[in-house]
């Protein structure tokens, strides 16, 4: 684990300063068309500051990051949510917050950035598909914002749903999801330091594709625990539904952390693909809790992980 959590990196260690100016200038020129529309702050640098949280791997490209992913409101295909995801507004856009908080209400971008303090977290980033990325965010912890509403004593897990937009979503008309979109975190997951709102990529707002204007990165937990843009959270005293637990428990957990040991049952877990190393790549070992176990396996002591996974 030794020298895993580095917090020297500046942002010219991960691409190469000319050719990220360049990038963003394409954002700036192309906007929507070519990243998809991103929240009102847009096109502002964020200037987030660096984290002891922040792993030393290389980053992933910027391309590679905005145009391989899983979101299945747009589409099942690795390149429709980049394709599709530009159609989405996130601005203005709000966050309802119920149940067992001090302060209830329906909470605007603004609200909930009044404040904060960013961070740039570089973090593992593993799929339960068993491939994998390097993804340098930028957020503040889950806790800040939990803590700024007030969670009750009777609070032990937090509930997340995503929008659900039939006119700029084509994937909600199928039938892949019941949707909403719903992930939910225990109440020591979800005020963990590593786990994060992410506002920002790159240190630019964060591409509509990946989860704008606020979503969730739990960098323990396989890819689809961290829900993407984000319009309710909710604190519960029971464990919330989850909608891949929903759609098939016996292959999707509650938990879902990241663990070679425990095999999806139609794929191994005990290796991964690196995204942007090509097709026939050398597969690389998972780590365990995704190389995060210094810091999060004291929250399972004593549970089962085979069982509970």
């Known amino acids: 684990m030794a020298g895993r959590y580095k917090s020297d990196l500046k942002w010219s260690d991960v691409t190469p300063k000319a050719a990220f100016m360049d990038r963003r200038q394409l954002m700036v020129g192309a906007g929507a068309l070519a990243m998809g ?14 984290s002891k949280f922040s792993t030393d791997a290389t980053p992933n490209s910027l391309e590679e990051i905005t145009s391989y992913n899983n979101y299945y409101e747009f ?38 950035m009044k404040g904060v303090d960013l961070e740039e977290r570089i973090y593992r980033f593993r799929c339960v598909e068993a491939w994998s990325m390097v993804i340098p965010w930028v957020g503040f912890e889950l806790a800040d914002l939990l803590n700024r509403v007030g969670v ?15 006119d700029v979503m084509p994937g909600i008309s199928r039938g892949y999801l019941e949707w909403p979109y719903r ?4 109440m020591d997951e979800a005020m963990n330091p590593l786990t994060i709102i992410a506002t920002g990529l790159y ?59 425990v095999d999806h049952p139609r794929w191994s877990q005990a290796s991964e693909r690196m995204v942007g190393g090509g097709f026939f790549a050398k597969r690389i070992p998972t780590l365990k809790f995704n190389g995060y176990e210094e810091q999060v396996a004291s929250l399972y002591t004593g549970m089962d992980l085979s069982k509970n996974f």
């Open 37 to 50: 529309s991103i929240a009102a702050p847009a096109l502002a640098k964020l200037n987030a500051a660096p």
């Open 75 to 112: 589409g099942v295909g690795k390149e429709d949510p980049a394709r599709n995801a530009g159609a989405m507004s996130t601005d203005p856009w709000s966050v309802k917050i119920d149940g067992l908080v001090d302060k209830p209400g329906d909470y605007s971008f603004d609200d909930i």
């Open 152 to 166: 009750q004593p009777g609070g032990k897990y937090v509930a997340f749903e995503t929008a659900v937009l039939p």
């Open 183 to 186: 992930e939910g975190l225990r």
């Open 203 to 261: 240190d630019d707002p964060i591409p509509n594709q990946n989860g704008a204007p606020l979503r969730l990165v739990v960098p323990w937990k396989y890819g689809f625990k961290s829900i993407k843009s984000i319009v309710r959270i909710s604190v519960m005293d029971k464990e919330p539904p989850t909608s891949w637990n929903m759609a098939n428990a016996r292959e999707y957990g509650f938990y879902s952390n990241v663990n070679p040991e």
